[in-house]
Nanobody, 125 residues
Framework: QVQLVESGGGLVQAGASLRLSCAAS????????MGWFRQAPGKEREFVAA????????YYADSVKGRFTISRDNAKNTVYLQMNSLKPDDTAVYYC??????????????????WGQGTQVTVSS
């Protein structure tokens, strides 16, 4: 069983930065692939970024490539999403997810076993 708690969301102006954190409980975090997804009002949940168990493989959505960075600290059971140059289109609820079955990250939400409750990110123009 894994529990995920996101934090770090907020209201910022376009061009600003935010760092989201996802604290995980459970013994399997260090061997799990992790992902960040987001969902804007009226839209489907979409992939943002994912990272392998040791950070050696990272994937990003085209819309955030070059602006967002995913990282993890297995000693702290935490995964991060550094978001720079934020745009109004980045406004969404951001969710952290864990895939206990594999060390290699996936871009499809269906592959993930556990989800956090989400944290709101709002970017004003």
């Amino acid at each position: 069983q894994v529990q995920l708690v996101e934090s770090g969301g907020g209201l910022v102006q376009a061009g600003a930065s935010l760092r989201l954190s996802c604290a995980a409980s459970g013994r399997t975090f260090s061997s799990s692939a992790m992902g960040w997804f987001r969902q804007a009002p009226g839209k489907e949940r979409e992939f943002v970024a994912a990272i392998s168990w040791n950070g050696g493989i990272r994937y990003y959505a085209d819309s955030v490539k070059g602006r967002f960075t995913i990282s993890r600290d297995n000693a702290k059971n935490t995964v991060y999403l550094q978001m720079n140059s934020l745009k109004p289109d980045d406004t969404a609820v951001y969710y952290c997810a864990a895939d206990q079955r594999t060390r290699v990250p996936a871009k499809e939400a269906i592959e993930y076993d556990y989800w956090g409750q989400g944290t709101q990110v709002t970017v004003s123009s």
